[in-house]
């Protein structure tokens, strides 16, 4: 199949053909990014023939499909990564040298499709590639944001963001889909008719404001086997454009309110991670893609089934967290209303067909929206919930009849509150934590009455990372040689990367290990000179921590201990230090004030470090700008240290985490998320681990009697770290500029809690582990041995082995074979 389509001259011509047609250029004349474009088409083109055969077998074989339902799919770039799963990237390298172009290059040239905010995105992008890999039926349903997460500038040390506006040249790999095009109401009432003829009430809604949901399709490759499944994001488009009707009526401001509906819809994505804003917009967003995407997987179902009874049989829903929990109630009202079905029958298939995936259990995250402006917005819908509401509350009543407590606290509707969680668990027949320590905590602490009443419905399925971009294509010199070692099953089965193991003591494949990342720390070193315009020393630790910004991942305290490192190396110029580089890399949401105060706290220390001779460079701080899919692949590649510092039991899981220890950096990190699940398969010996556990975090926050004050009094190294905050050490003289986070640490004026990440009280096991790593690092055998243990023991966090578990377990999908 693929040696026909990527025979080298063939593909040649046709990209010059592609620059012909598109720019009225020879490739001599075409500039990169068109080459790009080009280069793009001739790749989709092959793809393009794989889809079809897909879609023939399917047809053929009528298999149960998944829809993975999410706002968000991080996807990065597909160019770079569709060879790689066409097996065709080292061809097309050849090729395109041959007609004068760098592959490296022109991946460049693609913008980053940024259509997430971050793990939770990034999950459903490798879990599409592995979906495909394994030959299942799935389809990703979304939304095509016009702007996606935004550009990070750093200026004057303050995060800035740019408006990413990834369509303006057009995105070649994906298809405008017409055809599908679906109308989605919003507004309006519900007008109640009584039909003697069946004895039943009908809900029509009127006085609405309606816009077109129109799919775009992107091509997802699996590796090798010919696969290609679907990822559909809807667009807006005013139903037709100037309502000639309304005109006629004299309602031109509705016909213009229709227009900027659809404009305002898909505008851009929210850039909070973690955390709920509660804006009328969001809903509109959230109802938006998942009308179309319920109505269009019915309609589907329909064109070759005629019961809807068997709708579980052939469909899944996958709720990627509570943002898509809409489905449960449009696909209620799609089988009462339009398919007239009873309720109990609705509701059946209904819960039998969705399930939910909880991706955190930070307060601040959880959905719930005021129900006046959810009825006024979606009048039906609320409805619908309501009778979900009164029919749920029954059903707790006769299992703790009396017990208002748990009617308050399960309630869907409750203090003029619709709880979308509390629905997304009603409605399904599964909910899922994302590591097997988030699961035990949701099942103890904050979903704990569900639970009770549900406990079959409550299943771990720790998270996974896909092999192939973040080790075939982000670190193509590891990728080789762990090719040469145990040959290339590792690509579609990473469980056997265990066969490394036996080089473990080996000392050449250590030094060729080594070497290996050294390489791709002078590949980061030389990013980092482009676009930082510093000088990092390939030969120092590479202490990596890149992922959003938020209090509980605790960047603030990887700083503060760079602050004291500093201070050491200040007092005691002497002190055998090794030389390390501390990279960061982070977004912060646009209105999260503390977070961008410490990316400013960041960029201040590091000009202070950064500029002062007397420490010979012994530490070197880097912020690296606009962190995202593209460059991270470079950076996992280069890490010597993995930081995975959270709070214990605030990380859900962590995804990062996996792609570094894949990569070969240890872990320095608390015991949270799936950093447990790591530990336990590289051992504790191979990783660095410190700090309060989670039920002793839980504890506190349960009980109280966590006084940071008190480590600010007993312990002189904090107490001097935390002053610098406040006497214009790292601004300038300016007192004020970090006297938020002072005052956030220790809370000397005001009555809130100080310190609820508790950096304080594992400060000084963080320190300490960091000796630790230090002392490991110095003994080359030691480092080395760890180094390619973690790879070595990385094949449980495949995305694959994730899939699977959600197939076995959850979805019970039926695997494709093409061709067959
Ligand atoms: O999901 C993340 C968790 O924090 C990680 O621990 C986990 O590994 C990852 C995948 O399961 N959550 C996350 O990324 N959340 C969001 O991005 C988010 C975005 C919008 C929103 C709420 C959360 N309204």
Redo the contacts with the bound molecule.
């Keep these: 199949m693929l040696d026909n389509h990527f025979k080298k001259e063939e593909f040649k011509k046709s990209v010059k053909e592609n620059v012909k047609m598109l720019y009225r250029k020879t490739i001599e004349e075409a500039t990169q990014e068109q080459v790009f474009q080009a280069v793009s088409l001739a790749v989709k083109d092959v793809i393009i023939d794989n889809w079809l055969l897909t879609q023939k077998q399917y047809e053929k074989d009528d298999p149960k499909i998944v829809y993975y339902l999410s ?2 799919f991080l996807m990065g770039r597909a160019l770079g990564n569709n060879l790689i799963n066409l097996c065709a990237y080292d061809e097309v390298k050849e090729a395109l040298d041959e007609l004068g172009f760098d592959l490296n290059v022109i991946e460049d040239q693609e913008p980053d499709p940024a259509l ?8 459903a992008a490798c879990f599409l590639d592995s979906l495909t890999t394994l030959g299942y039926c799935a389809y990703g349903c979304g939304i095509r944001y016009h702007y996606g997460l935004f550009k990070q500038k750093i200026e004057d040390g303050y995060q800035v963001e740019v408006p990413d506006n990834w369509l303006k040249n057009g995105y070649p790999f994906e298809l405008r889909r017409p055809e599908y095009a679906k109308e989605v109401k919003f507004g309006g009432y519900v007008k109640v008719e009584y039909d003697p003829a069946t004895g039943r009430n009908h809900f029509i809604q009127e006085g609405y404001q309606s816009v077109l949901a129109v799919p775009y399709d992107m091509p997802i490759v699996g590796y090798n086997n010919n696969v290609v499944n679907t990822l559909r994001i809807w667009d807006a488009e005013a139903i037709n454009d100037f309502r000639l009707d309304l005109f006629d009526k004299g309602e031109y401001h509705k016909a213009v309110e229709q227009e900027n509906l659809a404009k305002n819809i898909v505008e851009v994505l ?1 850039p ?6 509660g804006k009328e917009l ?1 809903l509109k967003q959230q109802y938006f893609f998942i009308s179309a995407s319920i109505q269009e997987a019915i309609e589907k179902f329909k064109k070759t089934h005629s019961d809807l009874h068997d709708l579980p049989k052939k469909v899944a829903f996958q709720l990627n ?1 509570t ?1 898509p929990t809409m489905t449960v109630a449009e696909l209620m009202r799609i089988l009462v209303d339009e398919e007239n079905l009873e309720w109990e029958d609705a509701w059946n298939i209904t819960t039998q067909t969705c399930a939910y ?1 909880n ?2 259990i ?1 307060s601040e ?1 959880l ?1 719930k929206w005021p129900i006046e402006l959810f009825s006024r917005l979606l009048p039906r819908i609320y409805q619908i919930i309501e009778e979900i509401n009164r029919r749920f509350l029954l059903e707790i009543q006769q299992k703790y009849p009396g017990n208002q407590e748990k009617i308050r606290k399960m309630a869907i509707i409750y203090d003029g509150q619709v709880k979308m969680a509390h629905l997304a668990i009603a409605g399904g027949h599964s909910v899922n934590g ?2 097997r320590l ?1 699961t035990e905590i949701l099942k103890k602490q904050e979903l704990k009455d569900f639970y009770e009443m549900y406990p079959d419905k409550f299943n771990n399925k720790t ?1 996974g990372i896909t092999q192939r971009r973040f080790l075939l294509h982000g670190n193509p010199l590891l990728a080789s040689w762990v090719t040469e070692h145990i040959g290339a099953g590792w690509i579609t089965d990473l469980s056997q990367l265990s066969k490394l193991k036996v080089y473990a003591d080996d000392k050449k494949a250590q030094q060729e290990f080594m070497n290996i990342k050294y390489q791709n720390k002078v590949r980061l070193a030389k990013y980092i000179l482009e676009h930082n315009g510093i000088e990092v020393n390939p030969n120092s630790i590479f202490d990596v921590q890149v992922k ?1 910004l ?1 209090e509980y991942k605790r960047q603030l305290m990887n700083i503060l201990h760079v602050m004291y490192l500093y201070n050491k190396i200040k007092e005691h110029p002497e002190m055998p230090f090794y030389p390390r580089t501390f990279i960061f890399g982070a977004k912060a949401a646009a209105g999260y004030r503390r977070a961008k105060q410490t990316i400013k706290l960041i960029n201040a220390v590091a000009d202070v470090i950064n500029n002062d001779k007397s420490i010979n460079g012994k530490i070197k701080v880097v912020f690296i700008e606009n962190y995202r899919v593209s460059n991270a692949e470079m950076i996992f590649a280069a890490a010597d240290v993995s930081e995975q510092i ?1 709070t214990a039991s605030k ?5 990062g985490n996996m792609k570094f220890m894949l990569n070969g950096a240890p872990t320095i990190g608390t015991m949270d ?2 950093n447990v699940e790591i530990v336990e398969e590289v051992g504790a010996e191979n990783a660095f681990i410190f700090g309060l556990s989670s039920d002793e975090v839980i504890n506190y926050e349960n009980n109280g009697g966590y006084d940071p004050m008190q480590y600010f009094n007993n312990d002189p190294d904090i107490r001097n770290v935390l002053m610098q905050l406040i006497n214009g050490t790292y601004s300038n003289g300016d007192f004020n500029m970090f006297r938020e986070i002072y005052d956030s640490l220790l809370n000397t004026n005001s009555s809130d809690k100080a310190d609820t990440y508790f950096i304080l009280a594992d400060f000084k096991s963080y320190a300490a582990a960091q000796e630790k790593v230090e002392e490991a690092y110095r003994d080359e055998e030691r480092w080395a041995k760890m180094a390619l243990l973690n790879t070595a023991c990385a094949g449980k966090f495949t995305s694959d082995r994730t899939i699977q578990q959600y197939v076995d377990e959850i979805w019970h999908l039926d695997k494709v074979v093409i061709g067959k």
């Excluded at 909070?272 to 804003?277: F, G, P, Q, T, W």
């Excluded at 990380?651 to 995804?655: H, I, L, P, Q, R």
């Design positions: 706002m968000e997430g905010n971050g793990g939770l995105g990034r999950l929210y909070n991670d973690n955390h709920y804003a969001r967290d943002h995936t991706h955190t930070m995250a959905e994302v590591a988030h998270n959003r938020h959270s990380e859900a899981s962590g995804t998320g799936a």
